[in-house]
Nanobody, 127 residues
Framework: VQLQASGGGLMQPGGSLRLSCVVS????????MGWFRQAPGKEREPVSC????????YYARSVKGRFTISRDNAKNTVYLQMNSLKSEETAVYYC?????????????????????WGQGTLVTVSS
């Protein structure tokens, strides 16, 4: 399984960006897709996750109400719509998947739950 993240860039505080993550091959066997981010000098932190089968969404408390995760199974793509961006959300954003290994959704925020990772896309929020 290979993941290709895109959509990052420079945005002013309060602005919006939409990230995309394309999955090579079919998403049929995948249980979940997640987004994590890592700022310089900080640990990787969870952002959001989606259950590919039923579309259930999970969010970190810091982004709930501002970010929306979605999927398009026909396009093998997961999106992260980010609104009202803050400067402290500058980071490399990574998408990840269990790849069919199985994902225990109550632990979606744990990076080790995900087996495959994309290369990351840089989001810079600055005026």
């Amino acid at each position: 399984v290979q993941l290709q993240a895109s959509g990052g860039g420079l945005m002013q505080p309060g602005g919006s960006l939409r990230l995309s993550c394309v999955v090579s091959g079919s998403m049929f066997s995948i249980n979940g897709m997640g987004w994590f981010r890592q700022a310089p000098g900080k640990e990787r932190e969870p952002v959001s996750c989606i259950n590919i089968s039923d579309g259930a969404e999970y969010y970190a408390r810091s982004v709930k109400g501002r970010f929306t995760i979605s999927r398009d199974n026909a396009k093998n793509t997961v999106y992260l719509q980010m609104n009202s961006l803050k400067s402290e959300e500058t980071a490399v954003y990574y998408c990840a998947t269990d790849g069919g290994r199985g994902l225990y959704f109550p632990n979606w925020h744990v990076p080790h739950e995900f087996k495959y990772w994309g290369q990351g896309t840089l989001v810079t929020v600055s005026s």
